[in-house]
């Protein structure tokens, strides 16, 4: 952790831009002095194009562990060939400097060959927790995650990794996929940061026109409505489903790709509620498929 000391009469100095590692090399040699120097290491994997969300885990990384590495990879192995990996957002100048303000020590920005070196052809398969929702409308999306996931926890060996509740069944995926293989680190879960008027921060916001990003607020509204009504007695999940529908129809979202109501551990879905639940939401505006979730 970098000391930064002032008194009220000094000006506080601009924060360190975090050490920038691009090879395998630089990572380990920085995280081993870092354990010489007697930190504990926390890990934010993403994928760049940060925002609120991730910087809210570089700070929760930061108030738990002596020193914070955030990964910056667009990982080509979740994404299917129709989808947006060549268009995802690279902002790595815009990154770091996020990342200075919340005091993140390393950032390791691999090239394509470090992670996938050639002949590489292992790859994790997911636990159950993948197959439904995301894993139906994604093929092969978790085996990418988790593959990717797995080989950043080896390569800088953190003591904690975080991440956040707005890719819900991916928190499942790894936290399962952790527990499965007995890999020697702890997973936090930090909640979904949104925008004033509800909207889940996500990378993908960015895509949006300003009348889909007005569209886009329907569904945190819609959670949020059923969410009340869950609160005010109804149990039948149905009733709760057909509510989102019906919000999202309103603001002429129409092509959804699920809407459920699950069981927070296996993410089957529930029926009538009787415990703790979770409303997940697939759903696409304009060209830009957005996903959020609510816990009931
Ligand atoms: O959530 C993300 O940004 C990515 O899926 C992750 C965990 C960084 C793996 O590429």
Known sequence: MLETTHSPTTPLSPPLAPKLVTTVRELRAAVRAARAAGCSIGLVPTMGALHEGHLSLARASRAECGFTVASIFVNPTQFAPHEDFDKYPRTLEADLQA?????????????????????????????RVAQRWEGECR??????????????????????????QKDYQQASVIRQMVRDLNVPLEIRVCPTVREPDGLAMSSRNRYLSVDQRSQAVAISRSLRLAAQLAADGQRQTAALVDTVRGVLAEAQIDRIDYVAVVDPDTLEPVVALSGPSVMLIAAHVGGTRLIDNWKI
């Not at 990342?99 to 996938?116: E, G, I, K, M, N």
């Not at 092969?140 to 991440?163: E, P, S």
């Open 99 to 127: 990342l200075a303000s919340c005091h993140t020590d390393l950032v390791f920005a691999p090239q394509r060959d470090d992670v996938y070196p050639a002949g590489c052809s292992t790859a994790v398969e997911p636990p």
């Open 139 to 164: 093929p092969g999306h978790f085996r990418g995650v988790a593959t990717v996931v797995l080989k950043l926890f080896n390569l800088v060996q953190a003591d904690v990794a975080f991440f956040g």
